[in-house]
């Protein structure tokens, strides 16, 4: 069981994306590449079986495995999160007991979604998965689930074992005033991939995104100039970042992502349908097209995905 403390699990986190195949099978060759391309690429940490990874389009046994894998893979050499919510407690607990025993770090959930269900009940789902594992718990506010009102948070952070929250939401004054008002201990994830940069201003201990995995560069130069007070450049680096982001969200961004990995020599495969994909190399030449486009008018420098398509 590790014995990390969450507040040692920081930096830049991207939320992996999972391999599958053409056929839409999970692919465990993909996935051993991909959690060896970032790890190569000096990410601190990966969180695994999230929105970003699809997981509300994978069965259960599936979740798990790709937990075994990348855990296996990565062999302790930086923190792992597992990504466990579900909208039943059963199915979140029996998650998480798994996470456990294959040696994941850590443990994040969204809050049951779909139903509203009540503050008390989404309380009570936090405190009955934390009691049912050792390991740190990550709540995650973000809008497809429903966001936590400040008092809501509160009240999670008092439940033991809750120990940070992951926040994908634009209010970042409220990043300092859970540091603040909570604890300066409670550890804080910016979720929002473009405002990395404000979300570490306002004093997030790390960030967890999509994007980390197409361009994690950009984000550790964000990340580490902030930290060397040179805002003029972390700003830059945003923008780099943002003008990606914004290109992406209107052609498929989790696909373009997977494509993108593939053009450093990291093919991260294919979407689960209902999403798009890229799949013949027309459609692939059209978004290189696209992207080196975006690269030349934009002024785009440094972004690895982007150089190796540019010849």
């Known amino acids: ?183 300066k201990d409670f550890v804080v994830y910016s979720g929002a991939d473009e405002m990395a940069m404000s979300g570490l201003c306002f004093g997030a201990d790390g960030i967890i995104g999509s994007f980390y995995n197409l361009m994690p560069e950009i984000f550790i130069g964000i990340k580490d100039a902030v930290a060397q007070g040179d805002l003029p450049k972390a700003k830059s680096l945003q923008e780099t970042a943002n003008a990606i982001i914004f290109f992406a969200l209107s052609r498929n961004p989790t696909a373009m992502i997977k494509r993108g990995m593939a053009w450093q020599g990291s093919d991260a495969g294919y979407c689960r349908k209902p999403f798009d994909n890229f799949y013949s190399q027309q459609d692939e030449e059209s978004l290189k097209a696209e992207c080196r486009q975006l690269m030349q008018e934009r002024n785009l420098e440094g972004v690895v995905f982007l150089d190796a398509i540019s010849s």
């Open 1 to 183: 069981m590790s014995t990390l403390r969450l507040k040692e699990i920081t930096g830049v986190i991207p939320a992996m994306v999972t391999a599958f195949d053409e056929n839409e099978v999970l692919d465990e060759s993909r996935i051993r590449a991909n959690a060896a391309f970032l790890l190569k690429r000096n990410v601190d940490g990966l969180y695994l079986a999230g929105s970003t990874g699809e997981a509300f389009l994978m069965s259960t046994d599936e979740r798990k495995r790709t937990v075994e894998i990348v855990v296996d893979e990565i062999a302790g050499r930086i923190p792992i999160i597992a990504h466990i919510g579900a909208i039943g407690t059963r199915l979140s607990v029996d998650l998480a007991e798994h996470a456990q025993q294959t040696g994941v770090d850590a443990i994040s959930s969204v809050p049951p979604f779909y139903w509203k269900f009540s503050e008390d009940q989404i309380f009570n789902y936090y405190k009955d998965l934390t009691e049912a594992v050792d390991l740190p718990m990550i709540a995650y506010n973000l809008p497809l689930a429903g966001l936590f009102g400040f008092d809501l948070i509160k009240r999670l952070a008092s439940i033991k074992g809750v120990e940070g929250i992951k926040y994908t939401a634009p209010t970042h004054f409220e990043i300092m005033r859970i540091k603040e008002e909570i604890s």
